[in-house]
């Protein structure tokens, strides 16, 4: 069976929030071909399948970041935030969304999740070889295992200032 949906489509969608890799009610409902009311009124039917650990809301804050971050048009005019899914809660939306299609794409979502765990670990044990590595070597290569390091570290997403020009009133 082919992809039904490409994985980097699916990773893009997945997001840092809060400790935890998750995905937005908005994204989630997009990748199974549903309105986003349609899905939320499906959890909000089966909340009990939902605890805090699967699925929470986004505080304005997260939300303001968040809208920085990805391109407005994909909003769609959402004025409330989303809620945020994470990896048992996209599971957990299986049960709830019973369609086929639902089914598989929650198939390609749990891969992709996998596809990512893999790669962070992979990513660690790179980590510990070098620092085995720099205990080896003599002090001349410090520099270089610092900058390897600095280039291993995750940088943590900030809210982007916004591009273009803007009129300035003191002409």
Known sequence: MSELIPYEHIENKIFLMRGKKVMLSLHLAELYGVEHKV?????????????EDFMFALNNKEFTILKSQIVTSSWGGHRKPPHAFTEQGVAMLSSVLRSDRAVQVNIQIMRAFVKIRELLLSHQDLLKK????????DKQFLVVFEAIKKLMTPI????????????????
């Open 39 to 51: 899905l939320m009124q499906s959890v909000k039917r089966n909340l009990n399948r939902f605890p």
């Open 130 to 137: 070098v620092e085995e590595m720099e205990k080896k070597y």
């Open 156 to 171: 943590e997403s900030k809210p982007k200032g916004k591009i273009g020009f803007t009129a300035d009133d003191n002409h």
